[in-house]
Nanobody, 119 residues
């Protein structure tokens, strides 16, 4: 079992910045990848950015060049935290942001944190 807790959401004006943090606990040795997803009202949940235990990253096209995902770990080739630095925020980035920790068998989700970008 893995537990995931996010923090750092809030409200900012367009063009502003926010940083989201996510910490995993429990069977963290089983985690192979951590990342951020978001869900806006009336839309499906979508991948924003993710990073694996080797530091390989993957971004949605809509956030490339504006968002940066980084990982934290206590040991080499493990990951137990993930951060999302969001710059040049746009109203279209408004959503609930969810942290996900992926093991080989299951995904584990956080409760979500609201990000609101005002125009």
């Amino acid at each position: 079992q893995v537990q995931v807790v996010e923090s750092g959401g809030g409200m900012v004006p367009a063009g502003g910045s926010l940083k989201l943090s996510c910490a995993a606990s429990g069977n963290i040795i089983s985690i192979i990848r951590m990342g951020w997803y978001r869900q806006a009202p009336g839309k499906q949940r979508e991948l924003v950015a993710e990073i694996d235990t080797h530091g390989t990253t993957n971004y949605a096209n809509s956030v490339k060049g504006r968002f940066t995902v980084t990982g934290g770990s206590a040991e080499v080739n493990t990951i137990n935290a993930v951060y999302l630095q969001m710059n040049s925020l746009e109203p279209e980035d408004t959503a609930v942001y969810y942290c996900r920790a992926r093991t080989r068998n299951l995904p584990y989700w956080g409760q979500g944190t609201q990000v609101t970008v005002s125009s």
